[in-house]
């Protein structure tokens, strides 16, 4: 992988874990998804129909952004449902650890794409990294009951999460080679906001989305351009990188936000949490050297 994708993927990454970081303190988290989504369509739609007006879009390209609109609206959808009823430190690495496990191997069927071994390594440590920073202390529990990982509340909806994340990583991969990156992203966003609304105000209704808005109006823009710059980036980078080695490497957000957790919430950095990340940098080192 190429020091420039690596260069846009630690942007990513920073980008990314700032935004989960105003996630995190949050009232209702689906609803300030859908509100950070639509604030941000709503900020860049100048320079979103600007570029609509200046590209021909084909019908293959406008199938790909419709494809990946759908999965992220699952992807949503599917996450804060295995947040409402599982433990965070349980359905997030399941959620984030399928992904980077499954999209190098469906790259290699689906695109075609020609994988290093060592990047297969890189992979699969990251992965390696994901659960021993958050199922340290499961690890026993599940090593002699391992059906017992298919019951526990939110792993159903924490697996087709995951399984989301590797299908539109492929999609977009596929997009990008079509439609430029920040487009690509701005129809994404539209989009995503628009589908997600029916569900947040049949969850919540509009006067306790209302209510989200007014108490979190900064956050929440702050939160949306850094969404959208965040994957606009990742976009980027799989246009002239692997998904293969992209999809992985993001994973080094995941360092990023515990160094973050520790430095801005004060919070502890205890063993797992850094030989998680250790581990996590060593897959992301693997994956930058191959070629």
Same mark, same amino acid.
Not at 173 to 200: E, N, R, W
Not at 251 to 267: D, N, Q, S
């Given at each position: ?50 570029? @609509? ?76 990294? @994901? ?23 939110? @792993? ?97 957000? @995941? ?37």
């Amino acid at each position: 992988m190429s020091f420039i994708a690596l260069l846009l993927i630690l942007l990513s990454a920073l980008a990314h874990s700032s935004w989960n970081l105003l996630l995190k303190q949050s009232g209702d988290k689906e609803t300030f998804v859908w509100w950070l989504l639509v604030t941000a369509s709503l900020i860049l739609s100048p320079i979103g129909f600007l570029l @609509i007006s200046q590209t021909n879009i084909d019908l293959q390209g406008w199938l790909l952004v419709l494809t990946t609109i759908a999965l992220h609206i699952f992807y949503f959808v599917f996450l804060g449902r295995g947040y409402a009823q599982g433990d965070l430190s349980l359905v997030y690495p399941v959620a984030r650890g399928i992904g980077p496990m499954l999209t190098p191997f469906l790259a290699i069927v689906v695109l075609n794409e020609r994988v290093h071994i060592l990047a297969i390594v890189g992979a699969l440590t990251i992965v390696l990294g @994901i659960y021993l920073m958050f199922w340290w202390n499961n690890f026993a529990k599940f090593a002699k009951k391992p059906s017992e990982i298919l019951q526990t509340p939110g @792993i159903g909806y924490a697996i087709l999460t995951g399984i989301i994340i590797s299908l539109y990583s492929l999609v977009d991969k596929k997009g990008v080679s079509s439609i430029q990156p920040f487009l690509y992203m701005y129809l994404l966003t539209l989009g995503t906001a628009i589908g997600l609304t029916p569900y947040i105000l049949w969850k919540v209704g509009w006067k306790s989305a209302n209510l989200e808005l007014r108490n979190n109006i900064t956050p929440i823009v702050i939160a949306g351009l850094l969404t959208y710059l965040a994957y606009a980036l990742v976009l980027t980078a799989f246009s002239f990188s692997k998904v293969s080695y992209v999809a992985p490497a993001r994973e080094i957000g @995941i360092v990023v936000g515990v160094l973050m957790g520790v430095v801005i919430l004060k919070e502890d950095l205890n063993k797992q949490r850094i030989i998680g990340s250790l581990t996590i940098m060593v897959g992301v080192i693997c994956i930058t050297l191959s070629p």
